[in-house]
């Protein structure tokens, strides 16, 4: 039975930890080995990602390197997941996605959940958008309305080179509220999650997860009922999104009422 890849990297494309946060929760719930790395020598600025140097419960003093470390997760039943969770690096992304790449070819995988997080616009009391798009090479035409420029993350690299091999590679992201970037997000995380289950056969134990998230939020809440301004910058957010496609909801809009937001804040300093 082929193999399924989950990747997630920490850094820039990770907002609120949300996608490095899934890899870590399979880890907790389900059997896992280490199988594979890509030695962070080549690849990770060290002054950025520090290895940092721990004591064991032996007592020994060991240095722990920012690498990519592939894991081989075994669920109770379907297929094998192989996860990859490691710092986006800071050079020669084009050898290391080659790197990863090759390590998943020889590992037997032939389908790729690529997981991101961004920062957005979107209101914390509501669901947290989600995007899943199957990666194609070359690209498959779509509405401009659909399409994206601007910069890009080794997550997008690494789908666009997986699925340029022949893997199946889905790109899967969510929105995450910028207000709160600050702190992990448990419902972030709780949103890939849902995504990911569709790839995987046996039932991802989410409880400890459903809590986390509703906690969050009730966070969340009480921290906008302490500042008037966000929870008026909140509102509004929920109004937009609750009319979405309706003009209020475009993103010009939301974009005025967040520098709204702003000022309104730098009046009050």
Not at 6 to 26: K, M, P, R
Not at 91 to 120: M, N, P, T, Y
Request: charged share 25%.
């Amino acid at each position: 039975m082929s193999r399924i890849a989950i990747t997630a990297f920490s850094g820039w494309n990770d907002a609120g930890d949300a996608a490095t946060g899934v890899i870590e929760h399979l880890h907790e719930v389900w059997p896992s080995r280490p199988v594979g790395a890509v030695d962070a020598e080549e690849y990770i600025d060290f002054q950025i990602n520090r290895p940092e140097i721990r004591t064991t419960d032996e007592g020994l003093r060991v240095l722990d390197w920012p690498d990519t470390r592939l894991h081989l997760v075994t669920p109770p039943r379907g297929p094998e997941i192989i996860t990859v969770l490691g710092p986006e690096p800071s050079l020669h992304w084009k050898r290391f996605c080659d790197e990863v790449l090759e390590q998943l070819q020889a590992l037997g995988v032939s389908a790729i959940a690529s997981l991101g997080a961004l920062l957005a616009d979107s209101p914390h009391s509501r669901p947290l958008p989600v995007t899943a798009r199957v990666e194609t090479v070359p690209a498959q035409t779509v509405e401009e309305s659909e399409l994206y420029s601007g910069p890009i993350g080794v997550p997008t690299i690494l789908a666009r080179r997986t699925a340029s091999a022949g893997l199946r590679t889905t790109s899967i992201w969510v929105q995450v509220p910028h207000y709160v970037s600050q702190n992990t997000s448990p419902k972030a995380v709780l949103a890939l999650m849902r995504e990911v289950q569709d790839m995987v056969s046996a039932p991802i134990p989410l409880e400890e997860l459903i809590e986390d998230a509703e906690a969050w939020e009730r966070g969340v809440d009480e921290l906008a009922r302490t500042d008037e301004d966000v929870a008026e910058y909140v509102r509004r957010l929920e109004r937009a999104q609750d009319a979405a496609g309706l003009p209020e909801a475009s993103g010009d809009a939301i974009a005025r009422e967040f520098e709204q937001f702003l000022r309104r804040r730098r009046d009050a300093d």
